[in-house]
């Protein structure tokens, strides 16, 4: 892995943390540079960006969270929903809030299968495919 794609990833999590890139720029911007995926673990307060060749770089999260015991897909679902829309009041922070409070542990995010999974504590998913 190159430092320009560890810098790209670590300014992806701050644009993300900060408010500063929304998630089809940070999608973009790690697509260009060459990485597949990413995942986001809340429990270990971890984000892992990965290439196609199995290297990764992690970095932490701003905070690790409290994952409810039970998974609430709806719940997930309206989350991801405001966020795709960036409704007023906002922020990467309140969601990643509220999907923990709703039973994600984490999530996963593919640039060529165009979707993210995100995971509850007992193995539940909701899956995600980005909009058109």
Known sequence: MTPAQENIAKSC?????????????IVQALTREGFESYAIDFRRGRA?????????VEYPTRST???????????????????????????????????AKAGCSGYVV???GRRAVY?????ETHLEHFPS
């Open 110 to 112: 593919s640039f060529a």
């Open 13 to 25: 999590l701050l644009g993300a943390e900060n408010n500063t890139m929304t998630f089809p720029e």
């Open 119 to 123: 995971m509850g504590r007992t193995a």
């Open 65 to 99: 969270l409290s994952v409810a015991k039970d998974f609430d897909a709806g719940a997930i679902q309206a989350a991801i929903r405001e966020a795709q829309q960036l409704v007023a009041g906002y922020t990467y922070d309140g969601f990643c809030e509220k999907v």
């Open 48 to 56: 892992i960006y990965y290439l196609p060749d199995g290297q990764s």
